[in-house]
Every structure is written in structure tokens, then in C-alpha cells.
């Protein structure tokens, strides 16, 4: 799918001494980096993100418990689990993205290309479709 691929990043480290993973900008993260945010205390039932960003590059990574994301470009569907500590998700511009199965325990952090902007999001799921339909 277009805009939106899985990141491996390389783990440091063993099982006695527990694992590092470091990020860098333009390097593994494929992006200037300016806004890092997290979000935790989801409930199981909860659905968050539903949204596209017209310009936002974004790389989400499951630091703790787990989660589903699912993704929509305007044709295809995908839906993949976050499980692992050391995997980032690559969400680029105009990809509806929806988070969900979320563990108790579970942190997503997200690196981000922009400073926050309401003005960049696509909060209404049938105007993002007419959108995409213009491209
Ligand atoms: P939102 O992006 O909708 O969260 P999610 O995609 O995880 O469901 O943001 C939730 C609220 O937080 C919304 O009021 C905007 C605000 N917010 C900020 O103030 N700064 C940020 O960096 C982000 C991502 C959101």
C-alpha cells in the first residue's frame, strides 16, 4: 500500500540485559523529526486516530502491549498489528488510519514530520474519499 509501510529497526542487546533500539532522523525514521507524542490508558473497546493528515509523515511504534492499525489509501484495506517493540509503522500523507485492540498496558509513541496542525487533519471519512478520488 502506498504511504504506508512496515520499519524493522535494529534491536541492541540481549535477553539478560534487555534490548535498545535507537531512532534517527532521516536515517531509520525517514523524516525530519519535529513532534513526538504518545498515547496509553486506552480502553480495549476504543477506537482512536480515524483521520488522514493531508501532509503529515508520521512513524508510529508499539513501545508497550499491542494494538491494530488499520489503514485505508482510498483503495485498499490493511490491517496490521503493532507487537513488537522494535517495528515502526510508516503512515505518510493520505492514509485514514484507525487504532484499535488496544492492550491495558499498552504505549504507542508516534514521531511526527510537523509541529501539531488541526488544520492538516481529514476528520470526515467522506470527504477523504472525494479526495482521494481527485488524485
Ligand atoms: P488525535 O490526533 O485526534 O488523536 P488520535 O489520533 O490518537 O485519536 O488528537 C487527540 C487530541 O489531542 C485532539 O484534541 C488534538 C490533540 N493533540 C495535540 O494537542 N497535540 C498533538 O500533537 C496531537 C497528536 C493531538
Given at each position: 500500500m502506498k504511504n504506508c509501510k512496515i520499519i524493522d529497526f535494529i534491536?541492541?542487546?540481549?535477553r539478560k540485559?534487555?534490548?535498545?533500539?535507537?531512532?534517527?532522523?532521516n536515517r531509520n525514521i525517514p523524516f525530519d523529526v519535529k513532534r513526538v507524542y504518545y498515547t496509553y490508558g486506552v480502553e480495549s473497546g476504543s477506537i482512536r486516530?480515524?483521520?488522514a493528515h493531508k501532509e503529515l509523515e508520521q512513524v508510529l511504534?508499539?513501545?508497550s502491549g499491542n494494538l491494530?492499525?488499520?489503514c485505508f489509501d482510498g483503495e485498499k484495506f490493511e490491517e496490521i498489528d503493532l507487537d513488537s517493540e522494535s517495528t515502526g509503522l510508516y503512515i505518510g500523507p493520505m492514509?485514514?488510519?484507525?487504532?484499535?485492540?488496544?492492550?491495558?498496558?499498552t504505549v504507542l509513541m508516534v514521531?511526527?514530520?510537523?509541529?501539531?496542525?488541526e488544520e492538516d487533519y481529514i476528520r470526515d471519512y467522506d470527504k477523504f474519499n472525494i479526495l482521494c478520488q481527485e488524485v
Open positions: 534491536k541492541r542487546g540481549d540485559l534487555g534490548y535498545l533500539v535507537a531512532l534517527e532522523e486516530g480515524k483521520h511504534i508499539c513501545v491494530t492499525v488499520r492514509i485514514w488510519h484507525e487504532m484499535y485492540g488496544y492492550d491495558k498496558n514521531l511526527a514530520s510537523d509541529y501539531y496542525n
